[in-house]
């Protein structure tokens, strides 16, 4: 018979339960207005991070396996929000010479426009939501802490 403490979870204490679903209420909050006040320059906040990867990229252009992989996005899941924003004139997708299977995406002049019009409004809401809530040593650690979870979860990925 196999142990049972072998399988059985590790249950949350009152101070990790806590932490927890701190995080969970703060961010899905944060993520919902941060998505609300990008409403008025008709974008997501998942059109807007594209968007911001794409404007900081070389000649404004990825491959869309790394867009995925930077953006923690699965390749399917990338392909929609791109038809989503190909129709919206934003983006389009271009062969990549070198590897036939292979798409770049590329930001459009169109797409361009919306993400500096959005910018200041998007920053100013990060900056008031966000930011000036924490103090330096805040930002310092929540880097941190942050930067080690989305490591792990960039191994989970990459090993499926």
């Known amino acids: 018979m196999a142990d049972q403490n072998a399988t059985a979870p590790r249950w949350l204490n009152a101070a990790e339960m806590k932490a927890w679903r701190?995080?969970?209420?703060?961010s899905r909050r944060l993520l919902e207005a941060l998505d609300n006040d990008l409403e008025d320059h008709d974008l997501s906040m998942a059109d807007y991070e594209i968007l911001a990867q794409l404007s900081?990229?070389?000649d404004r252009k990825m491959r869309m396996s790394e867009l995925a992989e930077i953006a923690l996005l699965s390749r399917s899941r990338l392909s929609h929000r791109m038809k989503v924003m190909e129709k919206a004139g934003w983006v389009?997708?271009?062969a990549c010479p070198s590897d036939k299977r292979g798409y770049f995406a590329v930001m459009t002049a169109k797409g361009w426009k919306a993400i500096v019009a959005a910018a200041p409004d998007h920053v100013n809401s990060v900056r008031n939501r966000f930011v000036d809530h924490l103090s330096k040593a805040d930002q310092?650690?929540?880097?941190?802490?942050l930067s080690r979870i989305e490591d792990s979860l960039r191994k989970e990925v990459?090993?499926?």
């Open 140 to 145: 310092d650690a929540l880097a941190q802490i």
């Open 56 to 58: 900081d990229a070389p």
């Open 22 to 26: 701190r995080y969970i209420i703060a």
């Open 92 to 94: 389009k997708r271009e």
């Open 158 to 160: 990459s090993e499926e």
